[in-house]
């Protein structure tokens, strides 16, 4: 951690063998824990624990007070919304020493998962998903889907700037914000242009 080109709050502890990206922003009472890797400008906010062996990519946003367990991996330009929930050991109990047995979590390039939403672990977030607030996230989820509800239900597509996506009978849709074209083909969508 010499030469360091991040910035972390004064309450915040971050301890050894963590590899910090440049320009990463760290806030208050957050928790580093050891030999976990967050990318360059990434924005951790408050009372944030990553726990150790945690890899976060580039520019992942992680609002306040999320935990982030042992076995979860964030792509590039992943959304953690305010009390987002991560589990990593599916049947836990308290005298039952489960460490080491963690099962993986990754989260691909561009999800959004919404404030209070759980993700159980194991479960899988494909590429620009965007997850509801408050949703239950109980099955892997497609790339670009739209999951909300408690257990988490598809209602829908997304967008990479995360807009509903409308098809036509061609089963193209075209983003209101980015104008980018999409197909949708056997329950999978394609960006097209």
Same mark, same amino acid.
């Given at each position: 951690? #010499?030469?360091?080109?991040?910035?972390?709050?004064?309450?915040?502890?971050?301890?050894?063998?963590?590899?910090?990206?440049?320009?990463?922003?760290?806030?208050?009472?957050?928790?580093?824990?050891?030999?976990?890797?967050? #990318?360059?400008?990434?924005?951790? #906010?408050?009372?944030?624990?990553?726990?150790?062996?945690?890899?976060?990519?580039?520019?992942?946003?992680?609002?306040?007070?999320?935990?982030?367990?042992?076995?979860?991996?964030?792509?590039?330009?992943?959304?953690?919304? =305010?009390?987002?929930?991560?589990?990593?050991?599916?049947? =836990?109990?308290?005298?039952?020493?489960?460490?080491?047995?963690?099962?993986?979590?990754?989260?691909?390039?561009?999800?959004?998962?919404?404030?209070?939403?759980?993700?159980?672990?194991?479960?899988?977030? #494909?590429?620009?998903?965007?997850?509801?607030?408050?949703?239950?996230?109980?099955? =892997?989820?497609?790339?670009?889907?739209?999951?909300?509800?408690? =257990?988490?239900?598809?209602?829908?597509?997304?967008?990479?700037?995360?807009?509903?996506?409308?098809?036509?009978?061609?089963?193209?849709?075209?983003?209101?914000?980015?104008?980018?074209?999409?197909?949708?083909?056997?329950?999978?969508?394609?960006?097209?242009?």
């Amino acid at each position: 951690m #010499g030469n360091k080109k991040y910035h972390a709050h004064d309450t915040a502890v971050i301890d050894e063998n963590c590899d910090i990206g440049d320009n990463t922003k760290i806030w208050h009472f957050s928790h580093i824990m050891s030999n976990c890797k967050i #990318g360059e400008s990434c924005n951790i #906010g408050q009372n944030v624990v990553v726990s150790p062996q945690v890899i976060l990519g580039c520019n992942v946003k992680v609002q306040n007070n999320v935990s982030i367990y042992t076995g979860v991996i964030c792509e590039d330009d992943v959304f953690l919304g =305010p009390s987002m929930v991560f589990t990593n050991v599916i049947n =836990p109990r308290s005298a039952v020493n489960r460490r080491g047995q963690y099962s993986q979590t990754i989260v691909k390039k561009g999800a959004s998962i919404g404030a209070n939403a759980t993700i159980v672990c194991g479960n899988d977030i #494909g590429e620009y998903a965007l997850i509801g607030a408050g949703s239950v996230v109980t099955k =892997p989820v497609k790339p670009y889907a739209l999951l909300v509800g408690n =257990p988490a239900k598809q209602i829908g597509w997304v967008s990479e700037y995360g807009h509903r996506l409308e098809f036509n009978k061609n089963n193209t849709a075209v983003c209101s914000e980015s104008q980018q074209e999409y197909l949708l083909e056997n329950d999978t969508i394609k960006r097209i242009k």
